[in-house]
């Protein structure tokens, strides 16, 4: 049984790079509220300090993918916005 849904494309290009901006704009927002960044994060579980079954290690790897998202979607924006001044 099929979707009744119709898959469409973007209603526009401006309205497509307006809501990549705003995700943008919150990834950006969000990686300003952690007191660390990926790096810091990569390094902590490099050194192997945390002990491996431990609450703060398991933290650490959940928030480091959060903030890899956020820069996923930082990332996405850019691509984005510099193909759609490609096509201009």
């Given amino acids: 049984m099929g979707s009744r849904f119709k898959r ?3 209603i526009s290009t401006s309205n497509e790079l307006a809501v990549f901006k ?3 704009e919150a990834a950006t927002a969000q990686l300003q509220k952690y ?3 990926i790096e810091d994060d990569d390094e902590l579980l490099r050194e192997g300090r945390l002990d491996p079954f431990s609450n ?3 933290a650490v790897i959940i928030i480091r993918g959060e903030k890899e998202m956020c ?3 930082i ?3 850019e691509v984005r916005i510099n193909s759609a001044s490609m096509q201009d």
């Fill in 8 to 10: 469409r494309g973007p």
């Fill in 22 to 24: 705003k995700l943008a």
């Fill in 35 to 37: 007191p660390t960044s």
């Fill in 56 to 58: 703060r290690r398991h």
């Fill in 71 to 73: 820069h996923f979607f």
């Fill in 75 to 77: 990332q996405l924006y």
